[in-house]
């Protein structure tokens, strides 16, 4: 019985679970980026760089730094909390 109703329900239920699964690799995907520290650290090494050609202002710079490194720890703490 079991297996006639899968054969009955595979129209319905297949396409849902094919969702759920891009569902949630998209999820996964999205942790990955949200929680990958070297992209942040990056983008402090470029702005960085930018403050020393002097195509930013120190003024820009600090704002700017203070998101990054607030990120960061953020992100760090996320970690942390995750592997505990």
Known sequence: ?????????????GPMKGLL????QIKD??????YDDS???VELS??????DLGQIELKDFEAQEDVL????QKVREAKKNDTV
């Open 1 to 13: 019985m079991s297996i006639i109703l899968n054969i009955l329900l595979a129209p319905l239920i």
């Open 21 to 24: 699964w891009v569902a949630e």
């Open 29 to 34: 995907q999205t942790d990955t980026e949200l």
């Open 39 to 41: 992209k942040i650290l």
């Open 46 to 51: 470029e702005l960085e760089l930018r403050l």
């Open 69 to 72: 490194l607030q990120r960061l």
